[in-house]
């Protein structure tokens, strides 16, 4: 938590720009594993943490800009609560923390939705990504879950103020870089032919916890690159095989870092390792070079598939003209992902408002292959917080369905293309912040060059 001026601050902010209403904030309750009492780890909701601080489950809040309230709901634990969960702050202690001196039992807020209701206000949501949420909104507003689709205004009022990054949060999520480097370096370190993909994460997720924090999502430690998001670690590793990690680490405040790294098993890349490797190595950093404040991302995207068609061009993978090439979509057969997306106290920072409203302010995104994965396209401005990291993946489903349809023929050798098929994937990622004059990265440096990265073997 920050102190409570801060959140008195944001939603002050937040009211202002909205102006007027009801804003309903849906906290997250626990969720059981495989029985109610076993539960998953419990996360609260980005959005109720970035204006009220509070990750407790149970609780829910109301901003009545009309009326000028700010009312936390939730219920006092009992004996029985204490006896197995220790000593708790009051639920009004929890709300004092945070600035807000209204509170009432949970049940409450059903009459004070239905009384603003019947007085004409206006009932700002944002979208729901859990079933709790999807049945209370309509229990308690008569929406079915098919029309929950949030209010605009809000969602648009929230990714206006959590798109840009204060100096104490660029704080806490350098933390989490830090952490989430030092997770790299250790698996770089650890990996060695014969081990189980499995090792390699017991030892990333050893240094998480070893600085108290939590993975920002689930690992991919992989020798199956390929598959861009790949959860399964029960493989081993055999030499030859490229490693490919994607990781994070995320900070009780609930911050994150995001970061990949692709190692060869051996202590050295083979010849064509390297050479794919080296592309998608400059791919990154002319990325990175190009970043500064006014520059569309989906722009710096455009450079770096350019640059991996002018690399793959000279190994005889690709042909034609670059520009031509990435503006038809030919490009995505081995870069079918986006450049990078908004990093915060969501990995992901508010996918569940939606990239409409994040990363395209409204505009509409492509339908392209590749192309419609970018996740972030708007010109860049200082305090955005957001990853860089360009792939080259060789899928040999998706090259035997291109290359069955002749697709984009004139830029892709197929037939040179059938001797990779076996390749797997590269990705390197970092976290950069855009400041007023250009971008910086945010946490500790991993190995990114091939030399960097065989120095660790």
């Known amino acids: 938590?920050?102190?409570?001026?801060?959140?008195?601050?944001?939603?002050?902010?937040?009211?202002?720009?909205?102006?007027?209403?009801?804003?309903?904030?849906?906290?997250?309750?626990?969720?059981?594993?495989?029985?109610?009492?076993?539960?998953?780890?419990?996360?609260?909701?980005?959005?109720?943490?970035?204006?009220?601080?509070?990750?407790?489950?149970?609780?829910?809040?109301?901003?009545?800009?009309?009326?000028?309230?700010?009312?936390?709901?939730?219920?006092?634990?009992?004996?029985?609560?204490?006896?197995?969960?220790?000593?708790?702050?009051?639920?009004?202690?929890?709300?004092?923390?945070?600035?807000?001196?209204?509170?009432?039992?949970?049940?409450?807020?059903?009459?004070?939705?239905?009384?603003?209701?019947?007085?004409?206000?206006?009932?700002?949501?944002?979208?729901?990504?859990?079933?709790?949420?999807?049945?209370?909104?309509?229990?308690?507003?008569?929406?079915?879950?098919?029309?929950?689709?949030?209010?605009?205004?809000?969602?648009?009022?929230?990714?206006?103020?959590?798109?840009?990054?204060?100096a104490e949060e660029i704080v806490e999520i350098e933390k989490a870089c830090d952490v989430t480097a030092d997770m790299h370096i250790t698996a770089m370190k650890v990996l060695r032919p014969g081990m189980y993909e499995y090792e390699v994460v017991a030892e990333m997720s050893r240094i998480a916890e070893m600085n108290n924090c939590e993975l920002s999502f689930a690992t991919i430690a992989t020798i199956n690159g390929q598959t861009l998001h790949n959860h399964y670690h029960g493989n081993e590793v055999k030499p030859g095989d490229l490693f490919l990690i994607d990781a994070g680490a995320e900070l009780p405040s609930g911050y994150c870092g995001d970061m990949s790294s692709t190692v060869p098993a051996d202590k050295t890349f083979t010849s064509r390792q390297r050479a794919v490797y080296e592309i998608q190595n400059a791919m990154h950093l002319e990325a990175v070079k190009a970043l500064c404040p006014g520059i569309p991302y989906m722009k710096v995207y455009e450079l770096s598939a350019q640059v991996m068609v002018e690399g793959l061009k000279e190994l005889g993978l690709m042909k034609g003209n670059a520009e031509d090439a990435v503006r038809e979509g030919a490009h995505a057969l081995f870069y079918p992902h986006g450049l990078g997306h908004m990093m915060g106290l969501d990995v992901h920072d508010m996918e569940n408002l939606g990239e409409l409203w994040v990363g395209y302010d409204g505009q509409p995104k492509s339908t392209q292959f590749g192309r419609k994965s970018q996740r972030l396209a708007i010109p860049l401005e200082p305090g955005f917080v957001f990853t860089v990291e360009p792939g080259i993946y060789f899928i040999p489903e998706l090259i035997d369905l291109w290359k069955g349809e002749k697709k984009f023929a004139d830029f892709i050798n197929y037939d040179k293309v059938e001797e990779y098929r076996d390749f797997g994937g590269i990705r390197n990622e970092e976290d950069y912040l855009v400041t007023e004059t250009g971008a910086r990265r945010l946490g500790k440096k991993i190995p990114l060059t091939p030399e960097e990265v065989e120095a660790l073997r």
């Open 1 to 166: 938590m920050f102190t409570k001026e801060t959140y008195v601050q944001r939603r002050a902010q937040l009211k202002k720009t909205i102006g007027s209403g009801v804003l309903l904030f849906l906290g997250n309750d626990e969720q059981g594993l495989n029985y109610e009492d076993n539960t998953f780890r419990y996360r609260q909701d980005s959005t109720f943490l970035y204006y009220f601080g509070l990750s407790f489950a149970g609780l829910s809040a109301i901003i009545d800009i009309d009326e000028d309230k700010e009312i936390i709901f939730g219920d006092e634990l009992t004996i029985d609560h204490i006896v197995w969960m220790g000593t708790q702050p009051t639920l009004h202690e929890k709300a004092s923390a945070v600035g807000i001196s209204e509170t009432r039992p949970f049940a409450d807020i059903v009459s004070y939705l239905h009384k603003a209701v019947q007085m004409g206000q206006t009932i700002h949501y944002l979208p729901p990504y859990r079933a709790e949420h999807k049945l209370k909104l309509m229990d308690w507003l008569g929406v079915p879950p098919a029309r929950q689709e949030g209010s605009v205004p809000f969602i648009r009022a929230v990714v206006a103020q959590r798109n840009y990054k204060s």
